[in-house]
Each structure stands twice: as C-alpha cells, then as structure tokens.
Nanobody, 124 residues
Framework: QVQLVESGGGLVQAGGSLRLSCAASGHTFSSYGMGWFRQAPGKEREFVAAINRSGGNRYYADSVKGRSTISRDNAKNTVYLQMNSLKPEDTAIYYC?????????????????WGQGTQVTVSS
C-alpha cells in the first residue's frame, strides 16, 4: 500500500511558475512508476507527465512539453512537477499517482494508487 500526498498548488498569474510535490509513504517508492494527472471542471482526468522507477525515462503531454519537468528523489520518496510559463488552461486539480507495472505510464488505468490532489489556479 502506498499513500500519496500532493502539495505546492496555489494561485499564480499567467506566466508564473509552480513546483508540485508528491510525498509517498512506504519503503518501496523506487519500485513504482510515478505520474501526474490533472482534471479541470467538467473535463476528464488527463495525463500530464510520468517518470519511470529510476528517473531515466520521462514522458509529457504535448500540452505541457517544454514548460514542465517531472523529477523524483527516491531517497526522499518524493516526485516533483515543475511547471513554468503557466497558462489559464493549466487550471485544474493535479493528482499524483503510482504504478506497479510500467506498461504504459500515460494511461490513468495503469495506476494503482492516487493522491487527493492539489488545486492549481492560473489567472489571466
């Protein structure tokens, strides 16, 4: 069992930056692929970014590619999402997720554990 707690969300002006963190409980964090997803009001939860167990492979949605960086610190059981040049359309609840199997980290169905989410609001 893994428990995930996100933090770092907030209100920011367009063009600003935020760094989201996701702290995981347990001693097997390095065994999981990790991902970030987001859900805007009235929309489906969508993939944002993912990282494999070692951090050597990273994946991004086209909508955030070039503006965001996912990273992880296995010694701290934490995964991060640095978001720059934020846009109003980035406004959403951001969720951290952990996957045991790494078949396709872009699919939310592949993830086994989810955090409660952190709100990101970007004003124009």
């Amino acid at each position: 069992q893994v428990q995930l707690v996100e933090s770092g969300g907030g209100l920011v002006q367009a063009g600003g930056s935020l760094r989201l963190s996701c702290a995981a409980s347990g001693h097997t964090f390095s065994s999981y692929g990790m991902g970030w997803f987001r859900q805007a009001p009235g929309k489906e939860r969508e993939f944002v970014a993912a990282i494999n167990r070692s951090g050597g492979n990273r994946y991004y949605a086209d909508s955030v590619k070039g503006r965001s960086t996912i990273s992880r610190d296995n010694a701290k059981n934490t995964v991060y999402l640095q978001m720059n040049s934020l846009k109003p359309e980035d406004t959403a609840i951001y969720y951290c997720a952990a996957a045991i199997n790494l078949n396709n980290l872009l699919l939310k169905a592949e993830y086994d554990y989810w955090g409660q989410g952190t709100q990101v609001t970007v004003s124009s």
